[in-house]
Antibody, heavy 123, light 107 residues
Framework: EVQLVESGGGLVQPGGSLRLSCEASGFTFSDHYMDWVRQAPGKGLEWVGRSRHKVYSYTTEYAASVKGRFTISRDVSKNSLYLQMNGLRPEDTAVYHC??????????????WGQGTLVTVSS | DILLTQSPSFLSASVGDRVTITCRASQGIGSALAWYQQKPGQAPKVLIYAASTTQSGVPLRFGGSGSGTEFTLTISSLQPEDFATYFCQHFNTYPLTFGGGTKVEIK
């Protein structure tokens, strides 16, 4: 059974840092693209960034709103995906979801979502 | 960035109704679109991917169609468990973006 379990959320002051983790199980972690997606309280969904799979050396992409502040990485030995968040702003307050993707046709689509971890940026 | 415009943003319907939600992309995205259902306090659930392919385990009353810039999600006969918020997402280019959501409520 595929499982994605996020952790590491909490309350942080503006300008602070936080590292989120996503522990994956039930599949070969290195074979899948992985995304981070966030949802501010009562708002819509926002794509944060991506880690490609092993074939593409786990290269990354980011939304403009987080580029230069957030970094996505993996530890394949621990089946874990990370989101290092620096320079946090109040507008980064959201539930952060770890998402698995699969390849279909010529595109990658999501199939499994974690329940998310809440990050609150406030003084 | 590709803008996805969902309509309506809110709809009120009865059990048994046929419901259609539209997602329009600001530029062509082929079939690189998915639909999600989200209930309060839960993660989104994938309903449809590649515009028209139903995810395994999703009831057959959910269907997707469209390509290019206009897409639809249809629920053929609304059931009590279908009252939720629905989102579209494109996978064509970076950054990926989502539609603003359609909240389906009981009439």
């Amino acid at each position: 059974e595929v499982q994605l379990v996020e952790s590491g959320g909490g309350l942080v002051q503006p300008g602070g840092s936080l590292r989120l983790s996503c522990e994956a199980s039930g599949f070969t972690f290195s074979d899948h693209y992985m995304d981070w997606v966030r949802q501010a309280p009562g708002k819509g969904l926002e794509w944060v960034g991506r880690s490609r799979h092993k074939v593409y050396s786990y290269t990354t992409e980011y939304a403009a709103s987080v580029k230069g502040r957030f970094t996505i990485s993996r530890d394949v030995s621990k089946n874990s995906l990370y989101l290092q968040m620096n320079g946090l702003r109040p507008e980064d307050t959201a539930v952060y979801h770890c998402v698995r993707l699969f390849f279909h046709g010529s595109d990658y689509f999501t199939d499994y979502w974690g329940q998310g971890t809440l990050v609150t940026v406030s003084s | 960035d590709i803008l996805l415009t969902q309509s309506p943003s809110f709809l009120s319907a009865s059990v048994g109704d046929r419901v259609t939600i539209t997602c329009r992309a600001s530029q062509g995205i082929g079939s690189a679109l998915a639909w999600y259902q989200q209930k309060p306090g839960q993660a989104p659930k994938v309903l449809i991917y590649a515009a028209s392919t139903t995810q395994s385990g999703v009831p057959l009353r959910f269907g997707g169609s469209g390509s290019g810039t206009e897409f639809t999600l249809t629920i053929s006969s609304l059931q009590p468990e279908d009252f939720a918020t629905y989102f579209c997402q494109h996978f064509n280019t970076y950054p990926l973006t989502f539609g603003g959501g359609t909240k389906v409520e009981i009439k």
